[in-house]
């Protein structure tokens, strides 16, 4: 079985100030794994994905993340966010352990102030 | 513009009574799910369907039906609706059931009263 961890459930940071969202997922084999964002009153959407090959992946709005199979983690980071990065973060895996069906964590909502 | 269509996009519900929430997408994808959103709990897969005429259980499918008659519509059911199932609905869409990448529709928001 695999299961995601969102350690933050809200992340308040100030306009212009660096930004990391942290993911741990557990799964005993190869995993896929995703960071979407959400923000109000839509669906979601993909931020990046990681599949294979480099471990830092860039996706859009600036956003990137680090995929450290040791620590089983896919922390999201931006190092200055924009009054339009307040969203809700959700950090996903999947792969063979779960009939490669997505697996999403709680999400972190961030709120970025003026 | 291609994508996924959910309808309605909210719905206000009598205990007992049964829905259809509506999900199409035109975009040829073979894999498509249904989760639900609730604070604090992320998204929880309800049902999926890897291609047409298949359909399979996700984490909570208590008490939902799916069906996928044709690769576009894969309509949820409540056959007889309680407030737990107070959510909102996420139809969603991948090319394969590798799933790299899901695309979502808007969501339904349910209030079962």
């Known amino acids: 079985a695999q299961s995601v961890t969102q350690l933050d459930s809200q992340v308040p940071v100030f306009e212009e100030a660096p930004v990391e969202l942290r993911c741990n997922y557990s799964?005993?084999?190869?995993?896929?794994l995703f960071w979407y964002v959400q923000y109000p009153n839509q669906g979601l959407q993909l931020l990046l994905k990681y599949l294979s090959g480099s471990t830092l992946v860039k996706g859009i709005n600036g956003f990137e993340a680090e995929f450290n199979k040791s620590q089983t983690s896919f922390h999201l980071r931006k190092p200055s966010v924009h009054i339009s990065d307040t969203a809700e973060y959700f950090c996903a895996v999947s792969g063979p352990a779960a009939g490669n069906k997505l697996t999403f964590g709680g999400g972190t909502r961030v709120l970025v102030k003026p | 513009i291609a994508g996924i269509t959910q309808a309605p996009t909210s719905q206000i519900l009598a205990a007992g009574r049964r829905m259809t929430l509506r999900c199409t997408q035109d975009?040829?994808?073979?894999?498509m799910y249904w989760y639900r959103q609730d604070l604090g709990l992320g998204l929880r897969l309800i049902h999926y369907?890897?291609?047409?005429?298949?359909?399979g259980k996700g984490e909570v499918p208590d008490g939902y039906s799916v069906s996928r008659a044709n690769t576009d519509d894969f309509p949820l059911t409540l056959a007889s609706a309680v407030p737990s199932q107070t959510s909102v609905y996420f139809c969603a869409s991948s090319a394969d059931r590798l799933n790299t990448e899901a695309f979502f529709g808007q969501g339904t928001r349910l209030t079962v009263v």
């Open positions: 975009m040829r994808h073979n894999a």
């Open positions: 369907s890897n291609t047409a005429g298949t359909t």
């Open positions: 799964s005993s084999v190869s995993v896929y």
